[in-house]
């Protein structure tokens, strides 16, 4: 069974290893080291949950106008029509070029939204030591870690570990990624 997950190619050579996952989630992707389809949708899955969280706090701010508030609601729905493309974009690319195996196991979600759900993660866990600014942008402005980032920070980490021993049975053929 591969394990070595951070040099190593998956047995495709094509699914992202999960460093390359997490560095695509803050690396724009004219920067990134392996120029992927899947990251590029990464990272920009990131810009949107950054931007879907500074829409909602805006509209949770005490006193919003109802124009202001309805504004929010707008963004909001605009930016989840943009992150359903872009993981339906992953999901094409995974029905295109992984091969399948009758048989094997099933899994639950498809890749693309396992990667919406790393990139939610990313950005809560960024947010909860004060690394996202108002904009949405992340940059430093460090709070004091506290049981809510540490929560959050492990969740991120039981979240990649999921996507490695994925990415691992995918290439291994003991388990297929859902195709719709």
Not at 92 to 112: C, S
Request: hydrophobic fraction near 40%; proline fraction near 4%; charged fraction near 25%.
């Amino acid at each position: 069974m591969a394990t070595e997950y951070a040099g190593a190619r998956n047995g495709f050579g094509e699914l992202p290893t999960a460093p390359e996952l997490l560095r695509a989630f803050h690396t724009p992707a004219d920067r990134q080291v392996r120029p992927h389809a899947v990251l590029r949708a990464a990272h920009a899955l990131v810009d949107c949950h950054e931007r879907r969280h500074q829409a909602v706090t805006t509209a949770h701010t005490r006193g919003i106008d109802s124009d202001r508030l309805a504004h929010c609601s707008r963004t909001v729905g605009a930016i989840d029509s943009e992150r359903a493309k872009l993981v339906a974009g992953i999901d094409i690319w995974v029905a295109e070029t992984i091969p399948h195996r009758t048989g094997a196991t099933l899994h639950t979600e498809t890749l693309g939204a396992v990667i919406d759900r790393l990139a939610a993660k990313w950005v809560a866990a960024q947010d909860a030591l004060g690394l996202l600014r108002d904009d949405g942008e992340s940059g430093p402005q460090p709070r004091e870690v506290d049981l809510e980032a540490h929560l959050h920070w492990v969740r991120l980490a039981e979240l990649t570990d999921g996507y490695k021993d994925l990415i691992t049975d995918v290439a291994e053929r003991r388990r297929r990624l859902p195709v719709f």
